[in-house]
């Protein structure tokens, strides 16, 4: 019987899932990518749908579709092997509860949470209020149950009496953000008391936090007002610079429409996927962040905002707009004055669709923002308009775009693009610097030895076109690759051909699982490199490309000879045996390492 690990990477297509994440490329029988671990230009990252594996020949990280997620995620085991059971629709025995991650418990208790306040909703009486509140906005039944919409009571410690009941442990509630340590005395009290609770996802559904928004102006007396909207703390599970809200339901479609629209609110979000805009997200009243932003570029390159421009929500989302610049993602806005998208979408759902499509390219939204109204025959409206369109335009990570809009202000502000120019540097230095300092993972590539990397690609190009063996064989040494792992593969290359003159990389494939499983992973990982170096080489090139990197290591592999030989003569002539007949053999071995080097080409 499959584990469940076994289970889940049979279920899930490792080509498809890491795809979600960064953009692959066909690349002979494998896929290939800029490694996402770390800054390159040339694809280095390689997939391997058949064995089920990744490797990155850049920075040298490699593994399956656990350690992909655990990499891209920062999760532990156990908690990607809960979000791949998710995803792979297997189901997980019950873990001893000591033996779960503190990540693990909170999830646990934040799934508890849900389902408690989704029961309440649905089925309790002191819930009619709220019932009949998302009802009055709009929502129906079946949306209530997608977002898994939740009501959470009053009391001051129903929620907290609930999970407990269910056996959950009362500090890993409190670290959940459930609830709030009593200032007088032991014990907690809620912190989501008589709200209507928003579950917040991460990007594969997981519940992380909630949005509770009041229902009431007031709670008690001794608080009488209270926030309309109140989220969950920040946790070891919940980092809200991180969240984009509906993501998890959305992305599908912005991946598919190749656009994602961002909304202030949950609800401006909850709405607009009832009537069916469903590439929308929210930024729960935030401006966008680094770590939103490289989330995002996960799924698309174009965003939209759509808020009431008059918003606090609207004003801190586009302070944001900065970073999505930068990751050159193309921003659009759509400008809806004193309305917000769940009102627009309560009062006709096709003008809510229409104002999507007219949204206006961000930089010229901020040009209108700078110059309408303005007087660009005075010093003074000039040298404003540039003070704030400089610094945006500075952050421009496309070159051509960034030069189209200098362009632009210049012929607004009748000067030269040379004059606008020499006010960027110190801003696009900024931007580069930092850059520079955030890679997706902060660590050096791996510079592999020289003739490590060389017999590598001669095993790569043999995979690649197994024809070649027979006369490479007869040229080229095993004890001449560097490594003993490649010379015993090398080895095992040569046997195969010597039992089986088929010379097709399934023949020995076949033969190499036989051979322990170190060689099998080695022959997966060359696989990959042969995709990656010479999935688009022609036959007459490769062959070119393997003699010439055979006939590499030949040439070192006979200066390491003479190298070695050297030292033993100087050693004998330290002890005294110049003349002795331990030398001799030496001294003949030196002239046929000699001539042997001589005799080979300088080039193929």
């Known amino acids: 019987m499959a584990t469940p690990v076994e289970e889940i990477k049979s279920r899930v297509d490792i080509v498809d899932f890491i795809n979600e994440y960064t953009p692959l490329k066909a690349a002979g029988m494998n896929w290939k990518a800029r490694c996402p671990f770390h800054n390159e230009k040339t694809p280095s990252f390689m997939v391997s749908r058949d064995r089920g594996s990744w490797h990155c020949f850049g920075c040298g990280r490699g593994g399956d579709v656990f350690t992909f997620i655990q990499e891209m995620e920062g999760l532990d085991f156990p908690e990607a092997l809960r979000v791949l059971a998710k995803k792979a629709g297997v189901e997980l025995r ?6 779960q991650s ?37 929502l129906t039944n079946d949306t209530i149950e997608t977002w898994h919409i939740g009501y959470a009571p009053a009391g001051w410690e129903m929620t907290f009496a609930a999970l407990r009941k269910k056996g959950l442990a009362e500090d890993d509630i409190f670290q ?69 809200f509906g993501l998890d339901q959305a992305k599908g479609d912005i991946k598919k429409l190749n656009e994602a629209i961002l909304v202030e609110g949950q609800m401006d979000c909850i709405m607009s996927h009832q009537v069916g805009v469903t590439n929308v997200i929210a930024s729960s009243g935030t401006a966008l962040t680094l770590d939103q932003t490289k989330l995002l570029k996960r799924y698309t390159t174009n965003l939209v905002l759509a808020f009431d421009q008059d918003s606090a929500g609207a004003q801190a989302a586009l302070r944001g707009v900065d970073q999505a610049l930068q990751a050159e993602i193309n921003v659009r806005i759509v400008r809806l004055p004193g309305k917000d998208p769940d009102e627009v979408i309560r009062r006709d759902p096709a003008v809510w669709s229409e104002a999507i499509k007219s949204g206006q390219p961000i930089l010229e939204y901020y040009f209108t923002q700078a110059t309408e109204g303005k007087d660009m025959t005075k010093v003074g409206e000039k040298k404003a308009a540039a003070k704030f369109l400089l610094p945006i335009i500075a952050k421009v990570g496309d070159q051509i775009e960034q030069t189209h809009y200098l362009q632009k202000l210049a012929d607004v502000l ?45 095993l790569a190009g043999l995979l690649m076109a197994p024809r070649l063996l027979p006369k490479i064989s007869q040229q080229l040494a095993p004890e001449a690759l560097k490594g003993a792992d490649l010379q015993a593969l090398y080895k095992n290359f040569i046997i195969w051909h ?107």
């Not at 996802?201 to 309309?228: C, Y």
Request: overall charge neutral; proline content about 3%.
């Open 414 to 458: 009748h000067v030269t693009e040379e004059v606008l120019r020499r006010s960027l540097p110190a801003e696009k230095v900024l931007v580069q610097k930092n850059a520079a300092e955030t890679p997706a993972v902060n660590r050096a590539p791996i510079v592999p030895d020289r003739y490590r990397a060389v017999s590598e690609r001669v």
């Open 102 to 138: 503190q990540k693990t418990k909170i999830i646990d208790a934040l799934r508890w949470a849900s389902n408690y306040w989704h029961e309440v909703l649905l089925k309790a009486h002191e819930a009619e209020a709220a019932r009949k509140y998302l009802q009055s906005r709009g």
């Open 498 to 604: 010597t039992e089986d003159h088929s010379l097709n990389a399934n023949g020995l494939a076949q033969h190499l699982a036989s051979v322990d499983r170190e060689q099998q992973d080695l022959f997966a990982l060359l696989g990959l490199l042969a995709d990656k170096e010479f999935s688009a080489t022609s036959d007459t090139a490769l062959e070119h490309e393997v003699d010439t990197m055979a006939l590499t290591l030949r040439r070192e592999s006979l200066q390491q000879d003479i190298r070695h030989i050297e030292q033993d003569i100087r050693r004998l002539e330290r002890q005294g045996a110049g003349s002795g007949t331990e030398l001799q053999p030496l001294l003949q071995r030196f002239q046929e390492v000699t001539q042997a080097l001589r005799s080979l080409p300088d080039s193929i």
């Open 94 to 99: 019950s873990f001893d509860r000591q033996e």
């Open 176 to 244: 959940a953000g459930l609830t709030i340590r009593k200032e007088r005395g032991a014990g907690f009290y809620d912190r989501f008391r008589n709200r209507i609770m928003f579950p917040i996802g991460d990007v594969h559904g997981t519940i992380v936090g909630f949005s509770g928004r009041i229902l009431e102006s007031g709670e008690k007396s001794d608080q009488p007002v209270a926030a309309k909207y109140i989220n969950s703390p920040q946790t070891i599970v919940y980092n809200k610079g991180a969240i984009l």
